[in-house]
């Protein structure tokens, strides 16, 4: 097993990227081999266990998870690993199949503390609360500490906050980056192989971008700053969640004990697509939309986020001011990511309300109220009301809806499946949760095919309901299965309803939304636009589709060059009346 884990390192490190995480089978021999570990590799088994096994409900997860409560509870023995540490590291596993074990562990006198320490940072516990609550009202000392501990929200507060300035490099793409740019088409069977996948960012050639654009991140990131991403128009296209994975990885930070894979980092844009940006909040990166014409490649600046302001770090020239878009974006990237601190804060009051206590104040709550009004509600507003139990929701205010409908495709459902697991979803929430293969039936690469086999049972063993190759496109299926006035999802760019009202998503926030059956939203402007007479002879639907942005920049509301961009569109609700 070493050896042939080796031979992949050296294949994959001359393309400059890591090596695939474990899978279950690779991860079974190196249980194997960490009970009787070879003279001298005792420290390269014990970095494989701690940082190369994908964390949450991977199967591989499964081997590790049930290996590491072995030695733990004292049923197996390991020369490397010792009771403590097998603890410790069940701790590192964010959520699923580490869980239980560590619940068990909070009645052992020796580890109870450890286990109870690993808890109290471990989010993705969902029904577990109760199991935990039950034995701290029988008494537990250390269960009652882990519920103490998520109601004073210490996982949250003993992450570093933003800092009042922060320096970064200016790696500048001039004009609009779609995500085909950044994840190119051709390439999106690499997609969820973030390292591999990112080799493809950028390679199609565009103006005012010159010679190797990674070679250049890399030189940027040799002056010692973090390097952001900066752009005229960024994130537009529909491919956002591998977008991001694939900027994430050449600018973001490793996560502790998750392989291949990156947060935080920093993205500015005079206009950052609004779905793009709300992934970039997933992953724990920093979006802000800003003026960026001073900025240049190279330059190196100083952000003050909490100031709103943007400085020439060594000329001290000011370069614009910018207001974020929400001041919760500084909790999310405390917290990792927006994902994380809504699961998060959802402990927290969820263990305050457990223990008669407050609402906690550790955090920056969303805008959750709005102001009476004789004004009615848009029937987008009313659609998002019903899901969220009021009767509308006004635009700027934050909702999480109840997701009656979640798509998932198959360009973007090996990723989709990847996230599941890494919120350790074991069944969905959602009322639908639908898989199809509409890109890859007609000409399936290998992995494709690999694919087809192992996403269906994925999916239908969590509740969701997946569609074979060759069964047709998912919108097909979903129009005709959708409930009128319900809210959904999907990962997709086309995923609109005609039934009800949808929020296309990245594939991390789709399965959010299929794990949980709600999804953040902050609620959107409605554009309305009308249609009166009758259709003439030779006119399709598709005319009139086409009809609708052409109208909007006679209108003056749509424009097409790329310098002061003007789209009325841009992540509202499009309402459609007279047709």
């Known amino acids: 097993m070493l050896d042939d884990y080796r031979k992949q390192v050296d294949e994959r490190a001359a393309e400059g990227i890591p090596p695939k995480p474990l899978d279950p089978e690779q991860t079974a021999a190196l249980v194997a081999l960490l009970k009787d570990p070879p003279a001298g590799e005792e420290d ?18 499964y081997v590790k998870a049930a ?3 072995d030695v733990a509870k004292g049923n197996a023995q390991c020369s490397v690993i010792d009771r403590k540490s097998a603890t410790e590291l069940l ?3 964010f959520g699923g199949y580490n869980i239980a074990p560590l619940i068990d562990l909070l009645d052992d006198g020796e580890l109870a503390e450890t286990a109870a320490t690993a808890l109290s940072h471990t989010l993705l516990v969902f029904d577990a609360f109760h199991d935990i609550k039950e034995k701290a009202d ?6 009652k500490r882990v519920v103490q501990s998520w109601a004073d929200a210490e996982w949250f507060t003993s992450r570093d906050k933003l800092s009042e300035k922060i320096t970064l490099t200016v790696f500048k793409v001039p004009g609009e980056t779609n995500t085909d740019d950044l994840s190119p088409a051709p390439d999106a069977w690499s997609r969820p192989d973030i390292p591999l996948h990112a080799t493809a960012m950028l390679t199609n050639p565009r103006p005012g971008l010159e010679g190797d654009p990674l070679k250049l991140i890399d030189d940027l990131q040799a002056k010692g700053h973090p390097v952001a991403y900066v752009g005229d128009v960024v994130g537009t296209g529909s491919s956002r969640k591998s977008a991001t994975n694939s900027v994430l990885w050449h600018t973001g930070d490793d996560i502790p004990f998750v ?3 990156r947060a935080g980092g920093f993205c500015l844009g005079g206009n950052i697509a609004p779905i793009f940006f709300n992934t970039m909040e997933d992953a724990g990166a920093l979006p802000i939309e800003c003026d960026v014409s001073k900025m240049d490649m190279g330059d190196v600046i100083d952000i003050y986020p909490y100031k709103g302001v943007m400085k020439n770090a060594e000329s001290g020239d000011e370069l614009c001011r910018f207001e974020l878009k929400t001041d919760v974006l500084l909790d999310e990237v405390q917290a990792g990511g927006r994902i994380p601190l809504i699961i998060g804060r959802g402990l927290t009051d969820r263990a305050r309300e457990a223990l008669g206590l407050e609402p906690s104040d550790a955090f920056r709550r969303p805008a959750a109220q709005q102001e009476d009004s004789s004004k009615g509600f848009t029937l987008g507003q009313k659609m998002v009301g019903r899901a969220c139990g009021v009767e509308g929701v006004r635009p700027g205010i934050y909702c999480e809806p109840r997701m009656t409908t979640v798509g998932s495709q198959d360009t973007t459902g090996p990723m989709t499946r990847d996230e599941l697991k890494d919120l350790a979803c074991l069944g969905f ?15 399936p690469k290998p992995v494709d095919v690999q694919t087809h086999h192992t996403l269906p049972d994925f999916i239908s063993s969590r509740g969701g309901v997946s569609l074979r190759p060759g069964d047709g496109i998912i919108h097909s299926w979903l129009n005709r299965m959708l409930m009128p006035d319900t809210v959904g999802t999907g990962g997709d760019s086309h995923t609109r309803f005609p039934l009800g009202i949808s929020f296309p998503a990245g594939s991390g926030l789709v399965a959010f939304a ?11 402007e409605s554009v309305l636009v009308r249609f009166s007479g009758e259709m003439q002879p030779g006119i399709t639907l598709r005319d009139l589709v086409h009809a609708i942005p052409q109208a909007a920049i006679q209108n003056g509301l749509l424009t097409v060059d790329q310098a002061g961009t003007q789209n009325i569109f841009s992540g509202q609700i499009l309402r459609i009346e007279g047709m």
Request: glycine residues 6%; charged residues 10%; negative net charge.
């Open 67 to 69: 290996f590491l409560a």
């Open 514 to 524: 299929a794990a949980t059956g709600v999804m953040p939203l902050d609620m959107p």
């Open 44 to 61: 390269s088994l014990l970095y494989l266990i701690t940082n190369r096994v994908p964390p949450g409900v991977d199967e591989a997860a």
């Open 138 to 143: 029988n008494g537990n000392q250390q269960a």
């Open 259 to 261: 392989p291949n894979k």
């Open 91 to 93: 701790g590192t596993m």
């Open 429 to 443: 929430s959602a009322d639908l949760v639908m898989q199809s293969f509409c890109h890859t039936a007609a000409y």
